[in-house]
């Protein structure tokens, strides 16, 4: 099975809120990332939080960082349709990154 | 001023060629990865260069062979291509332990 596992849709309307999920493995991952790639773009890194800390918020985004569970979250405040996207997940143990499969956001106006 | 940069951005070509893709970063930094996007978005590592040093080399056909010829550069060579390498190759690069920053991606389409 994969390390790292995300649901593959979220559908939310404009202006709600988005939690995206994301479970992992490995208790020793040092850094989780979030990533995002619109449409015929590469990846883009939106935030990343330090297996030490529990919360990092930056704007409109709150990452949550369970590692009891080995669960993370990210949640998108004020959800705009320029949110609409795919959001990776992203772990890295030593010098081995291994990605989620993605989640596609999907923003209804 | 583009922080990983790809060429070619779409590449088509005919089965049995072999081709290359270029990268390049200007960010300084130590470690660059090649990753494969399938269809289905799916992001796979297949190799890792740190300093020049190939570190992580994952399971995929010997048709492909990194090659850095120094820090700032690692290329993708692949030789006789088949259908199913048809996808989205990225280059990454990161400074040891942080986040990546990701090409926009080389779009392969093999006919």
């Known amino acids: 099975g994969e390390d790292v596992e995300q649901s593959l849709f979220l559908s939310v309307r404009e202006g709600d809120s988005s939690v995206i999920n994301c479970t992992y493995t490995?208790?020793?991952?040092?850094?989780l990332y979030w990533y995002k790639q619109e449409p015929g773009a590469g990846l883009q890194l939106l935030t990343y939080i330090f297996s030490n800390m529990d919360m990092k918020q930056d704007q409109r985004l709150t990452v949550l960082l369970n590692k009891k569970d080995k669960h993370l979250s990210l949640r998108i405040a004020d959800t705009q349709t320029g949110d609409s996207a795919i959001y990776f997940c992203a772990e890295k143990r030593s010098y081995i990154p291994t990605f989620g499969r993605g989640t596609s956001l999907i923003v209804h106006p | 001023d583009t922080a990983v940069s790809q060429t070619p951005k779409y590449l088509v070509t005919q089965m049995g060629n072999d081709k290359s893709i270029k990268c390049e970063q200007n960010l300084g930094h130590d470690t660059m990865y090649w990753y494969k996007q399938d269809s289905k978005k799916f992001l796979k590592i297949m190799f890792s260069y740190n300093n020049k040093e190939l570190i992580i080399n994952e399971t995929v056909p010997n048709r492909f062979s990194p090659k850095s010829p120094d820090k700032a550069h690692l290329n993708l060579h692949i030789n006789s291509l088949e259908l199913g390498d048809s996808a989205v190759y990225f280059c990454a690069s990161s400074p040891r332990g942080r986040g990546y920053t990701f090409g926009s991606g080389t779009r392969l389409t093999v006919v």
């Open positions: 490995d208790s020793s991952s040092t850094y």
